[in-house]
């Protein structure tokens, strides 16, 4: 077994979603037509992850009681790396909130009945190499153009700065050079 030497670690991913794919996703997925589908909230799952980088486990286990409106923050419990965290939420998370129809957990989904919706959401909407965690990249990317790095590693509960600006922040040099003037 000695022999045996670990694969080296691919690429990171660099797909983000634009702003055409957002609307075929929704449009097939029924978002915003008034009836409560599964479909239609993992189109509102889309766009929660984007606007709070939020994997899809913890936005289906996310329930009403973790939930403080006042403070405008959701606190995930036991996430990917074993902890609790807070996540801040912006006028247009606490709106998708309020539009849902009343389920606990929130969403009233699970990770894989997200990741089987958009799926098959991508082959009706003809949306090829994006993937629903590829939301939490665009939601990343856009948020680390209001906060700082830090900030931004405990929005996504990141330890490792290096995972975090290597896989994550999407910042190029020229979007760069704009803040320097």
């Known amino acids: 077994m000695s022999d045996v030497k670990r694969p080296a670690p691919g690429r990171s991913r660099s797909r983000r979603p634009t702003a055409d794919e957002l609307d075929r996703l929704s449009h ?3 978002y915003g037509c008034g009836v409560d589908l599964v479909s239609a909230r993992v189109a509102a799952a889309m766009y929660f992850s984007i ?10 286990g996310l329930r009403s009681e973790h939930i403080d409106y006042e403070r405008r923050t959701a606190k995930l419990i036991n996430t990917k790396n074993g ?14 909130l309020q539009e849902l129809p009343e389920h606990n957990p929130v969403f009233g989904l699970t990770a894989s009945q997200i990741d089987s919706n958009f799926r098959r959401a991508k082959k009706l909407a003809i ?7 590829d939301m939490r990249r665009e939601a990343l990317t856009r948020l680390s153009k209001k906060v700082d790095v830090l900030a931004l590693a405990r929005i996504s509960g990141h330890r490792d700065l290096k ?13 760069v050079a704009k803040l320097l003037d």
């Open 28 to 30: 097939s997925l029924g």
């Open 127 to 133: 949306v090829e190499g994006l993937n629903f965690h």
């Open 83 to 96: 902890e609790d965290r807070e996540v801040p939420l912006s006028s247009e998370a606490i709106r998708i």
């Open 51 to 60: 606007e709070t980088a939020m994997r899809a486990g913890e936005i289906a």
């Open 163 to 175: 995972i975090l600006l290597g896989t994550y922040y999407a910042e190029s040099m020229a979007d």
